[in-house]
């Protein structure tokens, strides 16, 4: 039996790789779109979709979301499509303070021609959208719930997430279409993203350069491993809500919080290096803990978590050595 065909944005993102894979292993088909900005190394990138684009069932088409044409074209040649992934963003909440533009058309104007391109497709029923545990800004109640205040982020990128949470409510409200908004906490793993603290981390350990740690490092992340991301990402899509406006927001964490400190001494020893710390103060776009509540995707989907940190990391760090062999 034919699989169902998905749009996925971001497919050659890290997690929209991973998703993508996992997709095409159960038999969908898959149309991936990412514009391959150069916000990190292009090569990793390229290299995920390499391995994508040698599947069966993978169609690729390079184009920015924000080109309402260009999505308007994939409207009418995949009428077809039942389901959307849209990972696709500009991420990192640092770089929003230097490219706040950026920011603005990828997560709302590109957000908006999602749902409008979502909207028209005869055949959609469910559409997934990536959002962020930076909507929780400055609350300080853990772990971070869904139905907690979230007005009061701490950067352009947490407000942009925001923004696209309150988009996707109206296109709920006004049009019936059926949505899913899933706070993603600390993804790490392999095909990870280079301006992750992990990545850049391994990166300047393997170098004897600095890493810059804050408040001692005690900051603490609800970090969460790749595959149990994804798990998470295919139950919700498989679940779409119900209802008069039918949009349902998520968190998607590992429940569980750990300092920045335990991050680096697992990367120390996986990788037999010891790290050069430089301290410094918690920057003011930063939280000091994320820890995610994760009982409503949970009681949804069955969400369980099964990857702790000391068991991701390693796993990580096998695959950084490989991947950084390739390019020294």
């Known amino acids: 039996m034919p699989g169902m065909t998905i749009l ?23 149309i991936g779109v990412d514009s391959l900005n150069a916000y990190y190394d292009v090569r990793l ?59 603005a058309e990828a997560n709302v104007v590109g957000h908006l021609a999602m749902l409008e391109l979502a909207r028209h497709l005869p055949r959609l029923d469910h559409l997934v959208f990536a959002s962020s ?35 996707s409510h109206a296109y709920a409200h006004l049009f019936g279409l059926r949505q899913t908004g899933l706070r993603f906490f600390t993804v790490y793993g392999p095909w990870g993203r280079p301006d992750m603290a992990y990545f850049s981390f391994a990166e300047a350990i393997l170098r004897g350069t600095p890493i810059t740690v804050y ?38 964490g590992n429940h569980h919080s750990e300092p ?26 930063d939280v000091a803990e994320t820890f995610a509540s994760v009982a409503a995707i949970s009681a949804l989907t069955g969400f369980a978590p099964t990857t702790p940190l000391a068991v991701g990391i390693p796993r990580f760090a096998a695959w950084f050595l490989a991947w950084r062999r390739r390019f020294t």
Do not use: C, W
Request: aromatic share 6%; hydrophobic share 50%; net charge negative.
């Open 215 to 252: 408040d001692g490092g005690r900051v603490r992340r609800d970090f969460t491993y790749i595959d149990d991301i994804v798990a998470g990402v295919l139950g919700s899509l498989d679940h779409p809500p119900d209802g008069a406006a039918p949009l349902r927001l998520l968190n998607i």
């Open 45 to 103: 990138k390229a290299a995920r979709l390499e391995l994508l684009t040698a599947r069966s069932g993978f169609r690729f088409r390079r184009l920015d979301i924000a080109d309402r044409p260009g999505l308007a074209e994939i409207t009418l040649a995949h009428p077809g499509i039942t389901r959307i992934v849209h990972l696709a963003a500009q991420a990192g909440v640092r770089h929003s303070l230097a490219a706040p533009f950026e920011y």
């Open 8 to 30: 996925l944005t971001g497919a050659a993102g890290f997690i929209g790789f991973h998703v993508a894979e996992a997709l095409l292993a159960r038999g969908e088909e898959v």
């Open 260 to 285: 920045v400190a335990e991050l680096v001494r697992l990367l120390e020893a996986a990788l037999g290096r010891s790290a050069v710390l430089h301290d410094a103060p918690l920057p003011a776009a």
């Open 133 to 167: 545990s930076s909507v929780y800004g400055a609350n300080a109640t853990l772990p971070f719930a869904e139905s907690d205040r979230v007005d009061t982020p701490l950067s352009l990128y947490a407000a942009t997430k925001r923004a696209g949470e309150l988009m």
